[in-house]
């Protein structure tokens, strides 16, 4: 079983300064990470994943997140956010080795860009 | 291409009423994931289908039901509905099997329990 924990529930930020928002989880077994992100009344939508390789990944929207095995972290990063990032996160893991599209998703982070 | 749509978008229902919801894929996509959301418990996987066949299913009871069609098509159903099947539901398309492959998200329906 997997779980994943965002750190943060909320994260008030002013425009064009730089956010990051936090993720752990927690696995017996390999996993595939994502964010997404959802804006309102909406559904959610896929920002990066990281499957294998580079541990740096690049997204939509400038958004770019670092995989870390030894701390079991997925960090999302922006480097200059505007007033439309203003949404909520998600941070999720998929077992590698499971059929099957199931995604285990975190409480997630609602960012409000403030300008 | 067009997206994955969910009707109805908005449903009201009572205590002890049924409900079904429909989610149709985005087309050439084999596998339709469904989620519930809600503030307390955030998003919880109910169940998945590809290929018609159930293949993976979360930790709720037996009033959640779902089903695909032949044409990837798919509905879940509530059946008793309580206060707290209140919610946000979702549905998610993808063309393959596993995670590998991006999974799509439609609006969701929104369902009110009274």
């Known amino acids: 079983a997997q779980s994943v924990t965002q750190l943060d529930s909320q994260v008030p930020v002013f425009e064009e300064a730089p956010v990051e928002l936090r993720c752990n989880y927690s696995s017996s077994v390999s996993v595939y990470l994502f964010w997404y992100v959802q804006y309102p009344n909406q559904g959610l939508q896929l920002l990066l994943k990281y499957l294998s390789g580079s541990t740096l990944v690049k997204g939509i929207n400038g958004f770019e997140a670092e995989f870390n095995k030894s701390q079991t972290s997925f960090h999302l990063r922006k480097p200059s956010v505007h007033i439309s990032d203003t949404a909520e996160y998600f941070c999720?893991?998929?077992?590698?080795?499971?059929?099957?599209?199931?995604?285990?998703f975190g409480g997630g982070t609602r960012v409000l860009v403030k300008p | 291409k067009a997206g994955v749509t969910q009707t109805p978008r908005y449903l009201i229902k009572t205590r002890g009423q049924q409900v079904t919801l429909s989610c149709s894929p985005i087309?050439?996509?084999?596998?339709v994931s469904w989620y519930q959301q809600t503030p307390g418990q955030g998003l919880q996987f109910l169940f998945e289908?590809?290929?018609?066949?159930?293949?993976n299913k979360g930790n709720f009871p037996g009033r959640f039901s779902g089903r695909q069609f032949s044409n990837s098509r798919s509905e879940m159903n509530v059946s008793t509905l309580e206060l707290g099947d209140s919610a946000l539901y979702l549905c998610?398309?993808?063309?393959?099997?596993?995670?590998?492959?991006?999974?799509?998200f439609g609006p969701g329906t929104r369902l009110t329990v009274l």
């Open positions: 999720a893991v998929s077992d590698e080795r499971a059929a099957g599209n199931k995604l285990t």
């Open positions: 998610a398309s993808s063309v393959g099997g596993t995670t590998y492959n991006e999974q799509f």
């Open positions: 289908y590809f290929s018609e066949t159930q293949r």
């Open positions: 087309s050439g996509h084999r596998s």
